[in-house]
């Protein structure tokens, strides 16, 4: 029910990886990476990191906090409409803040990641090797 449908950016890093791997290419190929590689850089999320602390019942719980020069992050969940990253509890209601779901699946779900790192340093590779 938290898995809303959605533009990935957990999921789609592996996706673009197999694409890089293609050798030779197609056109279709090529414009698919390229777009993709597109995505991952207007989607990427800078200015904030994940920062640990013990919540008010103890527990071991986190917050998105700003900070500069930190890397950028990427959603696991983007929504269709408009890009933007969003989270959801079990009743499936997006939020737009980390904090406003409950501290079972803020925990016990990977919401941001630094997936879209890898397919930004495989792309300069790929494309050198491509213009080859």
């Known amino acids: 029910a938290y898995e809303l449908p959605s533009l ?10 197999l694409l890089m791997s ?7 190929i090529i414009a698919s990476i390229e777009g993709a590689v ?3 850089k207007t989607s990427k999320i800078e200015g904030i990191k994940k920062e640990s602390f013990t919540n008010d019942e103890g527990k071991p719980d986190y ?9 950028p992050l990427w959603g696991r969940f ?6 933007r990253p969003f989270f959801s509890d079990r009743d499936g209601v997006k939020k737009y ?3 406003d779901i409950g501290y079972e699946r803020r925990n016990g779900y990977s919401w ?5 790192t890898k ?12 213009s080859k």
Not at 123 to 128: A, D, F, G, P, V
């Open 8 to 17: 990935s950016g957990q999921e789609s890093d592996n996706i673009v990886l």
């Open 22 to 28: 293609i050798p030779h290419p197609s056109k279709a």
């Open 38 to 40: 597109e995505w991952f």
């Open 63 to 71: 917050r998105m906090v700003s900070c500069t020069d930190c890397p």
């Open 78 to 83: 983007y929504t269709l409409e408009d890009n």
């Open 97 to 99: 803040n980390i904090s």
């Open 112 to 116: 941001y990641n630094n997936d879209g």
């Open 119 to 130: 397919v930004l340093k495989q792309y300069k590779k790929w494309k050198m090797a491509l």
